[in-house]
């Protein structure tokens, strides 16, 4: 793990970039710019915070969130990788992946002409690491905080075998009520209803919320919009090199049981992701694979 004046002597940026403890073994970096503020988590590879000048937060973060190594953090955007949801062969490994559990480092930050800011972060396969999934890799999540949040996640395979992956980039973002928003950009696509039994449907019209949602829509290129009329305001992703979108709501049973979270955050934030999952993606040996997203209102 990186240290923290170690941190601020190598990549921090003058009036622009600083790092902080949050707690013990969570170590953030904090960006502000002419465009935006933002916070990153070394710990778990995770934008926390994004919020444009004079806006409203875009991301949710639990007000409840646990900030302890070993635990995930409620809120913001978990990287979900090498496997998305459960492991196919071992339950016993952690849900949506080991990295969103794991230290980061920092390999690199820079303050660009335009006047963005932009944060690289990177974990690369070690004894730990192949013990739950046995292959070499150097995985970069690169953050750049501008006008628009625009987040690159970079497989690369090191070794000489192909390898697959399931990912996710597992976005929660801040809405006014999740009764009254809409998901635009995934009218007809067929989509696994997990909340029913994993049943294929097609969707028709936008995505609207009436109870508990767990929907991974398959073969989806395009952008997404989330409509919030509370808010007064549209969210927009645009993604590159994912073919699923998972929407997600806990609503208000599954809610009350997540002790990092408030009892009616349900209402306040909704899940749209930019994944590759049912199927993965193949990376050759020495190849590379990308998925990004960029978030803009």
């Not at 690199?108 to 070499?136: C, F, K, M």
């Not at 750049?144 to 929660?172: M, Q, W």
């Not at 696509?189 to 097609?202: I, P, Q, R, S």
């Not at 767990?214 to 993604?239: C, F, H, M, Q, W």
Request: proline share 5%.
């Amino acid at each position: 793990m990186q240290q923290l004046a170690e941190l601020n002597a190598n990549h921090a940026i003058k009036g622009v970039l600083e790092f902080v403890e949050q707690a013990p073994g969570v170590i953030l970096a904090q960006i502000g710019n002419e465009y935006a503020t933002a916070s990153v988590s070394l710990y778990a590879g995770q934008v926390l915070t994004f919020q444009p000048a004079g806006a409203a937060p875009v991301l949710w973060l639990s007000e409840t969130a646990f900030y302890v190594p070993g635990k995930a953090i409620r809120g913001g955007i978990p990287v979900c990788w090498p496997w998305f949801g459960p492991h196919a062969g071992d339950s016993s490994k952690p849900a949506h992946g080991f990295v969103r559990t794991a230290q980061w480092n920092v390999v690199g930050s820079r303050q660009l002409e335009d006047g963005q800011t932009e944060l690289t972060l990177q974990i690369v396969d070690n004894e730990a690491t192949r013990a739950l999934w046995p292959h070499a890799f150097e995985l970069t999540l690169t953050v750049t905080v501008g006008e628009h949040l625009d987040v690159t996640l970079t497989t690369r395979n090191t070794g000489k075998e192909a390898f697959e992956i399931s990912e996710a980039l597992h976005t929660y973002f801040n809405v006014g009520d999740i009764r009254q928003i809409g998901v635009l950009g995934l009218e007809e696509a067929a989509f696994l209803d997990k909340v029913d039994g994993g049943k294929e449907k097609t969707q028709h019209g936008p995505v609207q919320f009436v109870g508990e949602t767990d929907n991974v829509y398959l073969n989806t290129l395009g952008s997404n919009a989330i409509t919030d009329p509370v808010l007064e305001r549209s969210i927009i992703l645009g993604k590159s090199g994912s073919h699923t979108t998972v929407v997600w709501n806990p609503w208000e049973g599954k809610c009350a049981k997540m002790a990092d979270t408030p009892a009616d955050g349900w209402e306040k934030m909704v899940c749209v992701e930019a994944a590759n999952a049912f199927p993965g993606i193949k990376v050759e040996g020495g190849q590379e694979h990308q998925l990004s997203v960029v978030y803009g209102v």
